[in-house]
């Protein structure tokens, strides 16, 4: 299905605008059809299995729907791509199961030591998580495509629109703001 063409022209920012004061569905399928196949190819690169990837994006989607009201979303594409990458990445954490090699030298101490690491691990990456969600949209998509995708600047620059100072202030300021997070949610729990 095509964008009807009155809506072909507009920007995402005028037709999320439009959803957000109309509340009408309408607007934001629009948007979001803009987006499918870019949706579809990100879910695949994390799920590497079809049926999986067309079912996040439905998800995805539902997920937008619930959530785009909830947030000043200045730049949607940057934002719907943070949506998918944090689905994805919940979906293969939770599919993940920890098995254990059996042999002779395995013991229960070893056992004990090996789930305390998983546990740790996974709080750090929960932490984490939580935390990244804290900074502020630019810093979020500059310091994810930096440090977690392995994106260059230029990359960056090219995937976002800001400028090659913007990219590296957001990454730099993003970088300290997150440990100073983790650092405030590390001590509350």
């Given at each position: 299905?095509?964008?009807?063409?009155?809506?072909?022209?507009?920007?995402?920012?005028?037709?999320?605008?439009?959803?957000?004061?109309?509340?009408?569905?309408?607007?934001?399928?629009?948007?979001?059809?803009?987006?499918?196949?870019i949706l579809f190819g990100v879910c695949m690169?994390?799920?590497?299995?079809?049926v999986e990837a067309k079912d996040a994006v439905q998800q995805i989607f539902l997920k937008v729907i619930n959530e785009v009201k909830k947030y000043k979303v200045d730049y949607f594409k940057s934002w719907l791509y943070?949506?998918?990458?944090?689905?994805?990445?919940?979906?293969?954490?939770?599919?993940?199961?920890?098995?254990?090699?059996?042999?002779d030298q395995f013991t229960a101490d070893d056992e004990l030591a090996n789930k305390n690491n998983i546990i740790q691990k996974e709080q750090s990456l929960q932490l984490l998580e939580k935390a990244l969600q804290q900074l502020n949209e630019e810093q979020q998509v500059c310091v994810t495509l930096f440090y977690l995708q392995k994106k260059s600047y230029?990359?960056?620059?090219?995937?976002t629109n800001y400028s090659a100072m913007q990219?590296?202030?957001?990454?730099?300021?993003?970088?300290?703001?997150?440990?100073?997070?983790?650092?405030?949610?590390g001590n509350h729990e």
């Amino acid at each position: 299905m095509k964008i009807p063409l009155p809506y072909q022209d507009k920007d995402d920012q005028w037709l999320l605008q439009n959803y957000l004061n109309s509340g009408d569905n309408e607007w934001l399928g629009h948007l979001l059809q803009r987006y499918t196949t870019i949706l579809f190819g990100v879910c695949m690169k994390y799920l590497k299995d079809e049926v999986e990837a067309k079912d996040a994006v439905q998800q995805i989607f539902l997920k937008v729907i619930n959530e785009v009201k909830k947030y000043k979303v200045d730049y949607f594409k940057s934002w719907l791509y943070m949506i998918a990458k944090n689905y994805c990445l919940m979906q293969l954490r939770a599919s993940k199961k920890t098995t254990y090699p059996i042999t002779d030298q395995f013991t229960a101490d070893d056992e004990l030591a090996n789930k305390n690491n998983i546990i740790q691990k996974e709080q750090s990456l929960q932490l984490l998580e939580k935390a990244l969600q804290q900074l502020n949209e630019e810093q979020q998509v500059c310091v994810t495509l930096f440090y977690l995708q392995k994106k260059s600047y230029q990359q960056i620059i090219e995937a976002t629109n800001y400028s090659a100072m913007q990219v590296k202030s957001n990454i730099q300021n993003g970088k300290r703001n997150l440990k100073i997070i983790m650092q405030r949610l590390g001590n509350h729990e």
